[in-house]
């Protein structure tokens, strides 16, 4: 199967936030996580404004996955606060991040391989009446109705994101950057107000690759807030408005892209470490 899917219609696709909503303000301040002596993420405080595409870079090992961790919840933080659109999400767990609104998704996918993508999709909302016992029973009417809904926004969303074609094949069976566009279909579900991207352009192919982008930018259009970690760097320069950058667990830089690639400390940290 060619990666090369189209991407679905972006004039008509799923509700997912009306253009002009502007909610969706990530601020870290001071964010500390620690592997014993490790201070992996050390005292990390940045803005990702609503309705923004702010870009996280740096050298590997320089925390960004870290910071990802903490601010989704699967860390617990050692220090310092997130706060999203002014709520304390700092201390949450991952489900109650992603019903506050912020979804993920991770550097190497991790869909459900013997489940469709269709399956893998719709399998994402919590708190349908159908997973409560007893419903099942007592109002089989909503229940059919909510698994209706569901399958109906899922393959919205597949199409939104270009994998109709592949909606009936195993996610197991579908390429890496399929499974990449299959994470961003699931994280779509929750209709969040930010989405936390690690490396959606690592391993994916040219084609794909577009495919990505195009999608990225037809959801900020619609008012999604996006952070984004990414080594290429073409990718981050094109796409984002504002860039975040760490070395050593801190942030060295931030401000446009123009403005951080002219930084003296920005170049050291790339010339100085493994930069993938
Ligand atoms: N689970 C862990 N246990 C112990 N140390 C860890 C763990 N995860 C990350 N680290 C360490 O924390 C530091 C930051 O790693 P992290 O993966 O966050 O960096 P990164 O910027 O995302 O790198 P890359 O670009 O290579 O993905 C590294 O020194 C790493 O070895």
Known sequence: MSESLPPGDSATGPS????????????????????????????VSFTAEAGRITGLIGPNGAGKT??????????????????LDGTEIGSLPPYRVFSHGLARTFQIPRPFAGMTVLENVMFVPERQAGE??????????TVAREERQNRERAREIIEFCG?????????GSISGGQQKLVELARALMADPKVLLLDEPGAGVNPALLDTIVDRIVELNKRGLTFLIIEHNMDFIMSLCDHIVVMATGRVIAEGTPKEVIAQPQVI???LGGAVA
């Open 16 to 43: 997912i936030r009306s253009e002009g909503a502007r909610r969706g303000r990530l601020e870290a301040a001071g964010v500390v996580k620690t592997f014993g002596a490790n201070r992996a993420v050390d005292g």
């Open 132 to 141: 409560r016992f007893w419903n099942s029973w007592i109002r089989p009417g």
């Open 66 to 83: 870290t910071l990802f961790n903490a601010i989704a919840g699967e860390y617990a933080l050692d220090g310092g606060s997130v706060q």
């Open 268 to 270: 050291e940290a790339y």
């Open 163 to 171: 994998l109709s074609p592949v909606e009936r094949q195993l996610a």
